[in-house]
């Protein structure tokens, strides 16, 4: 069943207008759609937040009332605040309760993948919502992944997901919704580097055993031959 939510007509246009509506707690708005010319509208936050506060969220079907008329309605598009991110402004879609419309739906995964814990691994949702295209009436409230089978080599792709009867996804049917990553820390092996001055000390010795081979067959200063050595001529 629709839910009910009051706009009020005639808001003043402009960035200044529109800061002055939401310091009264006032979120600029505009509904379009089905032929109408859009029209700005102004819808009261608490409101707005009770409106949306079901299950469906974002998604619930609205009877937005709009001056003298009443339309049913979705919620298209929120802009935030990107700091205290509050609402700021609102895109209202007019809709038909029987025809198709595409909508962003949440991903939510359930279960214990216990045999990617087991070898360490993660599961990683690499998306938090997917769009699907439905009637107001079937939109679901989330799409449920169960990754209880999920290994180490297998992946959740968009043609994977389950869709209630009437909902269809949208989107390319092998791309990647569910992944799983690795956490373990491959030991690498380390060489101590030599100590400063070990190298040199090594070394020496062979140097200083060449030196005395060398040096067993020169002359002594002043002609005298070395012990084992030949007279100079």
Do not use: C, W
Request: hydrophobic share 45%.
């Amino acid at each position: 069943m629709p839910t009910a939510l009051k706009t009020s007509l005639g808001r003043a246009l402009g960035s200044a207008a529109a800061r002055r509506l939401l310091t009264q707690d006032q979120i600029p708005a505009v509904v379009y759609g089905h032929g109408m010319t859009p029209t700005p509208v102004t819808v009261d936050r608490k409101a707005l937040r009770v409106a949306l506060s079901g299950p469906a969220g974002l998604n619930t079907v609205l009877d937005l009332q709009v001056g003298n008329d009443t339309y049913p309605a979705i919620v298209k598009e929120v802009q935030r605040d990107p700091v205290k991110r509050i609402v700021r402004h609102v895109d209202f879609l007019q809709i038909s309760l029987t025809e198709l419309i595409t909508v962003h739906v949440p991903l939510h995964i359930k279960g214990t993948a216990k045999a990617v814990l087991a070898e360490g691994g993660l599961v990683d949702p690499v998306v938090n919502s997917v769009d699907v295209r439905a009637t107001a009436a079937n939109i679901p409230n989330e799409i449920i992944v169960d990754i209880t089978n999920l290994t180490m080599d297998t992946v959740v792709r968009l043609g994977d997901l389950q869709m209630p009867e009437g909902v269809s996804i949208v989107g390319d049917p092998e791309f990647v919704v569910v992944t799983v990553v690795t956490t373990k820390i491959e030991e690498v092996a380390v060489v101590a580097a030599p100590v400063e001055g070990e190298a040199g000390a090594e070394g020496a010795a062979p140097a200083a055993e060449g030196a005395a081979e060398g040096d067993a067959g020169k002359p002594a200063a002043g002609g005298k031959p070395a012990a084992g050595g030949k007279p100079t001529k």
